[in-house]
């Protein structure tokens, strides 16, 4: 027998146990691995798009994000420039109120000045008049004192009188 020489026996047997492998290999181990294949090709694919949608949502937050960020800068500057205005009102109506309080001290500081001064003008003049008086009432009685200054002064007056 010659090992390189076919016989159609032995091709013939070799193609039925082939057969059945196929056969046996389509009905017992071709499912269960095709199943495995498939189950690991849809969780890969799961997979793929749960990374895909993870990919969408994280540019989504990030969108968002930015957004919020940009809704956050508006809010802080308008803050701001709200309390700006506020500090300058406040600065401003404080510095209406000092000036209205300094008219208002200045306003008694001159009533206050003005009537001091009226007193001691009334003052000075009832001295004046009082020592005036002292002064008359001092020559009169040195005029009246004499008899003939009596007579001379009584005779101007009469003068006077008489003039006017």
Do not use: C, Y
């Not at 013939?12 to 691995?33: D, E, G, R, S, Y």
């Amino acid at each position: 027998m010659d090992l390189i020489t076919p016989e159609i026996g032995l091709f013939f047997w070799q193609t039925i146990v082939f057969l059945v492998l196929i056969i046996l290999m389509a009905k017992f181990a071709w499912k269960p691995i095709l199943g495995a294949v498939k189950t690991r090709e849809d969780s890969i694919n799961d997979a793929l798009a749960s990374a895909e949608n993870a990919k969408k949502e994280m540019q989504n937050l990030k969108a968002d994000n930015e957004k919020l960020l940009q809704e956050a800068r508006i809010e802080r500057d308008a803050l701001l420039r709200e309390a700006r205005e506020i500090k300058d009102k406040m600065i401003a109506d404080a510095g209406a109120e000092a000036q209205e309080k300094a008219n208002h001290i200045v306003a008694q500081a001159q009533t206050t000045i003005q009537n001091e001064k009226n007193a001691a003008m009334a003052d000075i003049k009832n001295q004046v008049a009082s020592l005036s008086i002292e002064i008359a009432e001092k020559v009169v009685r040195e005029e009246l004192s004499n008899k003939d200054k009596q007579r001379k002064l009584v005779e101007v007056m009469l003068d006077d009188v008489t003039l006017n």
